[in-house]
Every structure is written in structure tokens, then in C-alpha cells.
């Protein structure tokens, strides 16, 4: 009986395997069709996530320069106000001294009958100015120079003196400057 077989029988045998290969193959298709798109998503998924963190670092770099600026910035400007803070705390001393200075000179000019005590007044005198000269402190000329009222102090105009006009004929008090700043004009008569 097996041997009765019909040839529609051995026709449904053979077309078995084959029918079993395309179904197979039909499965193959959407097989290969999910693993590309598997690869293609990984592929968008790592590209989303180099961008983010592209996005991350130059957010980073962006806050770093940003700091950096700032500290700089900071920097200069501490040390800018420490200069400024030296400057004013030398010009503040400097002005309390300048009145012992005057006096000082003043003694110089009189009188003195004991010649060790006046070269000792002259040594210390030379001590004041080479400290003056150290803090930077300069006098300001003002004698027969030009009339400047951003450094020198008018108190009085004189006429008939041996000076043009608008130029300092008499000094009464010295001016200093600490470096570029002014610490004290110089009080002056003016000639007419």
C-alpha cells in the first residue's frame, strides 16, 4: 500500500519542501527587513546621543570660558584696587606729613648758633626728601612757571612784579604730587 501512492500524492510531497522554502524564505524577508531596521535605529540612537553630548560639551566649554572671563576679570580688578588702596592709603600719610615737612624746611631757614645741631637738622632734612623720593613723591615747580589751576592754588594776583602775567611770581606753600596724582597744590600768587 505504500507503494499505491498517487501521483498527486508524490506532487504534494514535492511541492512540501518547496512550499516549506517559501514560507521559510517569506519569514527570511522580514528577518533581514527588522535587522536593518535595528541597525538603522541603533545607528539614529547613537547619532542622537553623539549630538547631545556634542550639545553637553559645548555647553560646558561655553560655562568654562565663562568662568574663566569672570575670574580674569576679577583678578584684574583686585589687583587694580589694591594699587588703588596702596596708592591712597601712601597719599593719605604723605598729606599728614607734608605740615611737619613745611615746618621742618622752615627750621632750616633760621638762625642757628650751634653749627652740629644745624648739620644735624641737614641730615635728617636729606633723610625726609630721600624717603620722599622713594614713596615717589615729587615737588611741584611752580615758580615762574605758567598759572595751572589743576596744580597750583591762587591766593593772590600782584602786579609790578618782574614776571609775566598768568605766571606764578611767589610760592607761599609747596605742592607735592604722589606720582601722577596731586596730594597738595601749591598755594601761589599769580602775576597780573
Known sequence: METDKTTDDITSEEDTPQQEDTIQQDTDIPETTSDEEDAVSEYNDTASEYAALEEALSEANDKY????AEYDNYRKRTAREKNETYQNASAKCISDLLPVIDSFERSLKSECADENFRNGMNMIWGQLKEFLNKMNVTEIEALGKEFDPNIHNAISRQEGTDYDADRVCAVYQKG????DKLIRPAMVAVAC
Open 176 to 179: 607735592y604730587m604722589l606720582g
Open 65 to 68: 570660558l565663562r568662568l574663566y
